[in-house]
């Protein structure tokens, strides 16, 4: 009886593994690189543009060559309005890239499109007359890439991982 059970254990683990692999025959991951910083200064306050790219790296790992691969991606971030009190607006920066001839177990990199992220600090003696933060702060929420073969979603990458329930994927 328990050699049985233990069988079926392994017959589900093995079943599961293996419906899970079909999801993830390509495997994504996102290191973030600064591309440009700009600093300005007005009379009153320092504005500070940074642009941020992702490295991805693209690793098949099916037992296949895949000859056509186009990864689609969504960088989440909110941009915050110096002087005001409305909360930040979330926007979203899509893009795609395709990719030939992806043999197995060898990873492939790309790099995004640059967000362009900005901070605004008022001087110590300077405020908003709406009573808003002296500093405001743009910044990413979440990346969310999507690996397609033949039409078919063969990877999926998010960060952080509740990206995905908490936005739409948008085509």
Avoid at 40 to 62: G, P, W
Avoid at 93 to 120: A, C, D, I, M
Avoid at 129 to 157: C, H, M, N, P
Wanted: charged fraction near 25%; glycine fraction near 4%; charge should be positive.
């Amino acid at each position: 009886m328990k050699t049985m059970l233990l069988q079926l254990v392994a017959g589900l683990i093995f079943v599961s593994s293996a419906a899970h692999a079909q999801v993830h025959d390509v495997v994504i991951t996102a290191t973030r690189k600064k591309v440009d910083e700009q600093k300005s200064r007005s009379s009153m306050q320092t504005i500070t543009t940074r642009e941020y790219a992702y490295t991805v790296t693209v690793t098949n790992r099916s037992f296949k060559a895949m000859p056509q691969l186009e990864v689609k991606y969504m960088i989440f971030y909110e941009e915050a309005q110096p002087g005001s009190k409305d909360k930040p607006a979330t926007l979203n920066l899509q893009g795609k890239e395709s990719l030939t001839n992806l043999e197995n177990n060898r990873p492939v990199t790309f790099e995004t499109q640059p967000v362009k992220l900005s901070k605004s600090e008022l001087d110590g003696h300077v405020y908003w007359t709406s009573g808003a933060k002296s500093q405001t702060k743009d910044s990413v929420t979440g990346l969310w890439f999507r690996a397609y073969a033949d039409g078919k979603i063969v990877g999926e990458y998010a960060n952080p991982s509740t990206t995905s329930k908490k936005f739409d994927w948008k085509e």
